[in-house]
């Protein structure tokens, strides 16, 4: 392809093609991209792979792949992670048999790599040698590509993301109206398993629940202590599990997919059954049986639909249900943070404050037998109570200030941390805290400066309490019409990983505390540190937009 064939007008017109307006989903958005492209381009065949925010992979292909490229394809592909990449993409070219050549340039949004893009061309070993403007409009060109591929794709992803959760929400609303209230699980699923035999006049009413993370199918018994596992593609409820499709099997020792494994445990013989999928908004989330139709009668196919009926009730009552445990754990998790919170201002107030009026009221009490004993040395020790009440007034004023500062509201957010560093200090290690920022920090609504002040001062209470830096720092400048706030320190690092990971055992949550304020402001949080016995800088990086 020759790059002087692209003028400004069709590098616009190209960009525009690939404009996820019309798109329903990703992959019909990344498909017809790909298509116009190879035949804009033009090139005999292209593979497109994007990583979307939420792990899920689309791959798409388009022409004729020969065997040596999609072996290169594939092993480019695999491993491939979503990841922040600052740099400006790189062209890779593999020479392929018969004169053509593979090239390969990561999706970009954002700053993150995303995904791929493969494209079999003419061979370019030997092109354009002599016209070194072409190659570099010809990279340019691939560079804009890539970010409007994938920018376009996250733009549809996260739009496809939104809307599910507003569909979901609204389904949980309207059937929230005809359920039953009955938010606990474990005492949801008694309830079916005792009713729903009478419907189609069954013996017994199995629900196995997809665990996700492991991708096993759990039943829990009526009468037995522990709970039994089964992959998620075995015996007949992994397969209506794994194909969402119901089925009816009448003899099920007729059919290849029947397991009895659970059966000969409990003691329990099964003859027919009928098991359905149980679907919130076309998602698998467990799989119900009904086992022996009474009087040796097999089922029927309105038995099929009538319990179809019945697990689709089941199965939005148990996702009712999960989120319901979901925010009762949220609720205890914040009961627990302002509990935190309160014996953190009540240590600040026993540590500080509380000891300094102590101390000045048996200053008191000694200053008045010196008005009898020893009144030349009363002087003096009134100039001492007085620097005591004046460091005991700006402990109270501080400790006040970090609890509401009343200046967000009225000067901003620059000059409050500008009071802040004044006002701090740190009487157990000594650390140093500074302020570097211009002049002009652009305002931002009080909601998003409110939250910003809050993520700095966690983060600089988390950096003394356990970096054991001799100094930190904060940072705030504009850049790109975003406001960045960024505390550093020298001193102790952590495993990041590791320490998300422990909230489950402990009581503290900060780092969550911190990111869900980010999300709620729509910044972006990053925290980046090493498990080092030292590292040279603890960094937590807010990025958010100013306007």
């Known amino acids: 392809m020759s790059s002087s064939t692209f003028d400004q007008i069709q590098l616009e017109t190209l960009s525009q093609l690939i404009m996820a307006g019309g798109h329903q989903d990703v992959a019909n958005l990344l498909k017809s991209s790909l298509q116009r492209l190879v035949e804009f381009w033009p090139a005999r065949a292209g593979a497109l792979l994007y990583l979307s925010p939420y792990t899920e992979t689309v791959r798409v292909d388009d022409g004729p792949l020969s065997q040596e490229a999609r072996t290169i394809i594939e092993q480019a592909r695999t491993g491939y992670q979503r990841r922040d990449n600052g740099e400006e993409p790189t062209i890779g070219y593999y020479s392929l048999e ?53 920018g376009e794709a996250d733009k549809l992803a996260l739009l496809q993301r939104a809307e599910r959760d507003l569909r979901e929400l609204r389904l949980i609303s309207e059937v929230g109206q005809s359920l039953s209230a009955n938010l606990d699980l474990d005492s949801l699923l008694d309830d079916i398993k005792l009713h729903a035999p009478g419907v189609v ?153 509380a000891q300094s009026l102590t101390a000045i009221a048996m200053n008191i009490e000694f200053i008045k037998k010196l008005l009898v004993a020893m009144p030349e040395r009363v002087p003096g020790e009134l100039d001492i109570l007085a620097e005591l009440v004046v460091k005991t007034t700006h402990d109270i004023r501080t400790l006040l200030f970090e609890l509401r500062p009343l200046g967000l509201e009225t000067q901003g957010l620059l000059a409050t941390l500008e009071q802040y560093v004044a006002r701090w200090r740190d009487p157990s290690r000594g650390t140093r805290l500074r302020l570097e920022a211009p002049a002009s920090v652009p305002r931002l609504s009080h909601e998003a400066e409110a939250a910003t002040f809050i993520i700095i ?59 869900e304020r980010a999300g709620l402001i729509g910044a972006d949080l990053r925290i980046r540190s090493t498990p080092a016995r030292v590292r040279r800088s603890n960094c937590v990086f807010l990025w958010g937009k100013t306007q």
Request: proline share 3%; hydrophobic share 40%.
């Open 201 to 353: 006049g069954a013996e017994r009413c199995s629900i196995f629940i997809l665990d996700e993370q492991t991708n096993e199918l759990v039943l829990q018994i009526p009468g037995e202590k522990r709970a039994f596992r089964i992959p998620s593609d075995r015996g007949i409820a992994g397969w209506v599990a794994t194909h969402g499709i119901p089925q009816m099997v009448n003899d099920v020792e007729q059919d290849p997919r029947w397991y009895n494994g659970i059966g000969r445990e409990v003691d329990f013989v099964t003859r027919s059954l009928v098991c359905v999928p149980m679907l919130v908004k076309d998602r698998v989330v467990g799989v119900m049986q009904l086992l022996n139709k009474r009087n040796n009668e097999g089922f029927q196919e309105q038995d099929v639909q009538l319990l179809t009926t019945l697990a689709s009730q089941a199965g939005i009552a148990i996702e009712n249900a999960r989120l319901y445990r979901s925010l009762k754990q949220e609720r205890d998790r914040l009961l627990s943070k302002e509990e935190e919170v309160r014996h953190a201002i009540a240590r600040d107030l026993h540590d500080g404050p």
């Open 457 to 515: 001062q966690e983060a600089v209470n988390n950096a003394r309490k356990h970096a054991r830096s001799p100094s930190i720092a904060i940072y705030l400048y504009e850049e790109e019409g975003h406001l960045v706030a960024s505390v550093r320190d020298r001193g102790k690092g952590f495993d990041l990983t590791a320490t998300e990971m422990g909230y489950a055992t402990r009581g503290s949550l900060g780092l969550v505390n911190m990111k």
């Open 98 to 150: 018969g004169g053509e050549d593979l090239l390969e340039l990561p999706l970009q949004s954002n700053g993150q790599g995303v995904g791929l893009l493969h494209l079999v061309v003419e061979e370019t070993s030997d092109k354009h040698l002599d016209d070194p403007v072409a190659i570099s409009r010809e990279a340019d060109l691939m560079v804009l590509l890539v970010r409007a591929i994938g």
